[in-house]
């Protein structure tokens, strides 16, 4: 007996097959999708906090006046809002200080909360380096 085509079993096994691969595959795209959206969020706070951090720093000698401060950012996708907050302290380490800015935000659609946060030092008052001379010295 000569049979043509495929039993009614076989093509829903098939279908089957084929349903559970592309469902599978849509899974790991949307979640693939949701990681990129999460590290271009920590990418965009590392660079604001990067940021802010540089800019107290640059101050010197007058960075103290950074402590306390902080700010609201909106993140470039719209629905995230960075809060970033700056604190600068004395190490008890000489004329040093400590700064430390910090990122906070909340991700869109949870109630997942995530930081970043990058340290400095900075002194306290201005040093001249051996050998280099000040407007003083002339």
């Known amino acids: 007996m000569m049979r043509r085509g495929y039993t009614l079993v076989e093509v829903m096994m098939a279908s089957a097959l084929l349903a559970l691969v592309i469902s599978g595959s849509m899974a790991v795209r949307l ?11 920590k990418m965009e706070a590392l660079r604001v906090t990067s940021h802010a951090l540089h800019e107290a720093c640059a101050e010197g000698p007058e960075a103290a006046t950074w402590h306390g401060r902080q700010w609201h950012i909106n993140a470039a996708d719209g629905r995230t809002r960075f809060h970033v907050q700056c604190e600068v302290k004395p190490t008890g380490d000489g004329d040093r200080r400590r700064v430390l800015v910090q990122t906070r935000w909340t991700e869109p659609g949870t109630r997942v909360k995530r930081s970043v946060s990058f340290v400095g030092w900075v002194a306290a008052a201005s040093h001249k380096h051996p050998g280099e001379r000040s407007d003083e010295d002339s």
């Open 31 to 41: 979640r693939l999708e949701r990681y990129e959206r999460r590290m271009a969020l």
